[in-house]
């Protein structure tokens, strides 16, 4: 049976501590009725909502302080671009990073896969070299690599996983060699809910002199970061997947290898002079931040990351834990659903299938039930292949998520297998 998330380290308890009412009663749009039945969101792994901390932090800057950022010498711009480099701020502080300038705003984790894929490796790519990868990635982090390394005439080799859904650290290790140039995996699988030990590979591959690249999307809003103990060269999170906005990410990267990337975009803001006998570049982080920034965004990621860091983040995972534990438990006593992901250390994401019903039937049956989950192959469909399944049935908790949206879940199963027998 699959048990919660793991974690070594929690650190002392914040107060007030960690209460799901408290914290389901600042997301608004919670607050309604789909078919005629209170909603129960269960696809935070897709995006999460709100909390009014973010909104109001968005509405805030539209109202009051919106301006152009770095540019003006007014004071709207002067209070736009304090508040979206104390959003920067804020990033650093959730990640345990050293330096705030070794933060760069991205517009996602997609944008910041395609940054260091583009950037960082290609520069360095022969034929013959390798990025090594696992069978669980994010298409996010599978297509950049292919694309680096086909026009290299450079490879994408894959680390497995076992039939639980955990990665073979060992295999992944014994498969970092002289020709490999980056090794990047995800922290918390989006389809399975996996934990992997990066810390320990990031370990592994240093020994090695190979850099590491993390996708920290779904570790963002379930377990706490700390870079500097990860031991990664790259780590990036997602703002929507953190309660944040979406549009809006963060790529950290170690001071010397930003500081040796040449950019990536061009445009304004990642400049110190242009002529058109040649141009010179901003340090980082700006070096990577061509164009008008993604302003609110940014603030409205700031937001989230400050109201997550806030939180009982302790009593948050056990209250994660046990849902994941109540949903998994249920799930496997029903006849003919067989869960799909259940490795020992796992975020509260229960994937599973049910024999005779189609995903996608599930996932509109709920909806009339108003619980709303994901269906389909998570985009990760080289993990279905390896895993022989076509598509899931996915629910994912929130942290405003409680048993009693568990109870609303298995009750609308129950009228799955009612509709199909």
Known sequence: MPTGPTVATLGAEPTPAFDAATV?????????????????????????????????????????????????????????????????????????????????????????????????????????????????EHHSNIVPWQLVCQRAGAAVRVAPIDDRGQLDVDALIDRIGPRTKMVSLVHVSNALGTINPVAEICDAARERGVPTF???????????????????????????????????GVLWGRGERLADMPPWQGGGDMIREVSFDGTTFAEPPHRFEAGTPNIAGAVG???????????????????????????????????????????????AVASFVMDGVHPHDIGTVLDGEGVAIRVGHHCAQPLMERLDVPATARASFGLYNTLDDVDRLMRGLDRVRELFG
């Not at 809003?221 to 700390?226: K, M, S």
């Not at 806030?310 to 438990?329: P, V």
Request: one cysteine or more.
């Open 24 to 136: 389901r009663a600042q997301f608004p749009v919670l607050d309604q009725e789909i078919g005629g039945r209170p909603l129960v969101y269960l696809d935070s792994a897709a995006s999460a909502h709100k909390p009014r901390a973010v909104i109001d932090a968005v509405e805030r800057l539209y109202a009051h302080d919106y301006s152009n950022v770095h540019r003006g010498v007014h004071t709207l711009s002067q209070r736009a671009t304090d508040a979206f480099e104390s959003a920067r701020e804020s990033a650093r502080r959730f990640l345990g990073a050293p330096r705030t300038r070794d933060c760069i705003f991205v517009r996602g984790v997609t944008e910041a896969v395609n940054l260091v894929a583009h950037a960082f490796v290609a520069p360095q790519l022969s034929p013959g070299d390798e990025v090594l990868v696992t069978a669980m």
């Open 214 to 248: 993390i996708d920290g999307a779904q570790a963002a809003p379930h377990v706490p970061i700390d870079v500097q103990a990860i031991g990664c060269d790259f780590y990036t999170i997602s703002g929507h997947k953190a309660y944040g906005p979406t549009g809006v």
């Open 301 to 347: 990621l700031g937001a989230a990351l400050d109201w997550l860091s806030a939180l009982d983040r302790s009593g948050a995972m056990r209250h994660e834990a046990q849902l994941l534990e109540a949903a998994s438990e249920r799930l496997a006593a029903i006849d003919g659903v067989r869960l799909i992901g259940t490795a020992e250390h796992k975020a």
